[in-house]
């Protein structure tokens, strides 16, 4: 493989065909998270362990949850200074919470605005908690971005998995908060009860024809403790193995690429409670690098397909460099058999891929 700093090719070439993989990952605004394990939700879900997830077997008090979050923020620069900064209300239910509660979050997030240490926010919801009066009080906040845990567009999925409501619904909530002048951010759940790879790969579709600001996938896992581990162990549940889910996820990012949707989480974030707390599903230290080969395979795949001829380069973005062969070279005969071995591989200082044939 060849890195060269610039797009100048040394080989000739009639055709070229461009495909994205995926936006340079620019410097983000930096997040603050507010972690509120399981407040505001109406029933803990057959799949959730957010009290592991966050770190903490015993949620805190929101008040003590608040302070924490002040005194993070009391040592960081103003943004006048240092730039962007996002509060976000992460886990539970956030517009569900008793109206106190939430109130006592929003009046932390506008002191923390005047403070010039906040610049924006975002909260994480499910879709069955938005009225018209929460999307009005969240706007009065100036929250920008609402995440909906949808998990699944597919209602015979949602009830087997006792999520509470339907795909429909779940579409909806989606419109009203597009509407309402929110960017939209899905989260989806594969391998989530009641679901299958095609059943995956059309909720990627219907989520990608919202138009949202980004998603997040999080393969679904056992952790003890829970309804799911229950199932797990009387054979009434089985996890996606973790080729199912490398593939399955691997081929939601490319279209997700192909879209400009930024898919800004691919697992779930380690955490050592939750990690002794699995029981089975796929987990993997690399699942992220892993399901981006996929997708950069499948990618390149499509584009050998478009060109017509027989590749001579492909010039990819320099970060792909570090994921392309995925485990330990998997992928290296499937690349030699698309006909780019690693003599035909440059890696270069650019955004999108090109291939010359």
Known sequence: MSRFSCVASPFSHSRTVFFKVGARQKRAKRVVPVFLPFSGCPMQCVFCAQDKQTGSSAPAPIPAILEDAEARLSVMPSCSESGSRELAFYGGTFTALPAEKRSVCLDFLRRMQDADLITHARCSTRPDALSPAIL????????????????????????????GYDGELALDACRRIVDAGFELGIQLLPGMPGTSPDIFLQDVETALSLSPSCLRFYPCLVPDGTVLARWFREG??????????????????HRAWKKDVPVIRLAVAPEPLFDAAVLAGPRHPALGALIQAEALLLSAREAVFELGLPPQALLLPQRCQGYIYGDRGALKTRWADLGLGPERLYFMDMDVAELRG
């Open 136 to 163: 009005a009080e969240l706007k009065q906040y100036d929250i920008t971005l609402i995440e909906l845990g949808i998990q699944s567009f597919d209602s015979e999925a949602l009830r087997t998995s006792r999520r």
């Open 236 to 253: 009434r549940y089985q996890p996606w193995s973790l080729d199912d889910t490398v593939r399955t996820l691997g081929d939601a990012l």
